[in-house]
């Protein structure tokens, strides 16, 4: 009893506003016409109907929310793995097209000799070597043997140091360890051509006394290397040293063929 005694007011109130929209809906059905007061009673009722409508609404919004989530979860995944799929294939296709620009280069390309250059791909490099040596997919089954120059059509790789039966590794010609000779294009001064240890980097020592080296002189391969055929590009000088005094000279060439993204060399038996 107390607690009917402590909300009579609130219980009233409601069933008051019960008994006014059933007379309206009584009294309107049939009518065009309503009275003042049950349009008075209509527009007051108004906004507890829209509150009413948009809460179902919203209510109906996120009981299909939550009805379709495992569908919208499982499309989604099957979205991603898609995503995944495609981001492989184009990778594919990338590859496939720097391939294809390789050999369409190697076409225009002066192979010395009548023997067909060997194709071969680049499959390893050691992490602790990574500009001295590298593997290739060719071997003893394609006829290579150690000695063999490696070439792009930009300019001399290095040479092949061991061979296998279907790989063989390259020893680079930035290796410390390589040398080769080389002539001043624009002169034909004989030099020697160094590793340095660094894949942009070449050094170059004179062959005679006299020697004119200007920075942005071409440097290919000479016929008295004993490991690259006559005329291939070796690099552009990029530095001249002349030593203290003058008395000696020495250089910097800048390779070109890029030896730090390489992926596609010929070999020259």
Same mark, same amino acid.
């Given at each position: ?11 009233? @109130? ?28 209509? /527009? ?23 009805? &379709?989530? /495992? ?9 991603? %793995? ?15 097209? %720097?391939e294809n620009r390789s050999l369409r280069e190697a076409? @225009?390309?002066?192979?010395?000799g009548n023997e067909q250059p060997v194709a071969a ?7 602790? &070597?990574?500009?001295?040596?590298? /593997? ?51 002169? @034909? ?54 030593? %203290?005094?003058g008395l000696s000279l020495s250089a910097i060439i ?16």
């Open positions: 009893m107390r607690w009917l005694t402590e909300r009579w007011p609130i219980l009233v @109130g409601a069933f008051v506003v019960f008994i006014l929209i059933a007379l309206i809906y009584i009294t309107a059905d049939g009518r065009q016409e309503l009275s003042p007061w049950e349009k008075t009673i209509k /527009s007051g009722v108004a906004p507890i109907y829209g509150a009413l409508s948009n809460i179902t609404a919203w209510a109906n919004h996120w009981v299909a929310v939550v009805r &379709n989530y /495992s569908h919208l979860e499982q499309e989604n995944t099957d979205l991603r %793995q898609e995503v995944e799929w495609l981001k492989r294939r184009l990778e594919a296709v990338e590859r496939l097209e %720097q076409l @225009g390309f002066p192979f010395p791909k680049i499959i390893a490099r050691s992490p602790s &070597n990574w500009f001295d040596k590298v /593997s290739i997919n060719r071997g003893e089954d394609a006829d290579l043997d150690t000695g063999d120059a490696v070439v792009t059509p930009a300019g001399v790789v290095g040479r092949v140091y061991s061979v296998a039966s279907n790989t063989a590794e390259v020893m680079l010609v930035t290796d410390d360890r390589s040398a080769f000779g080389a002539v001043v294009a624009r002169t @034909g001064d004989p030099v020697i051509v160094e590793g340095s240890g660094r894949w942009s980097e070449l050094h170059l020592k004179p062959l005679v006394k006299e020697v004119d080296l200007r920075t942005g002189d071409q440097i290919i391969t000479s016929a008295m290397s004993g490991i690259f055929p006559e005329g291939l590009p070796v690099g552009t000088v990029a530095a001249v040293d002349t030593g %203290q005094y800048v390779p070109h063929a890029d030896l730090a993204r390489i992926s596609q060399v010929f070999v020259i038996k």
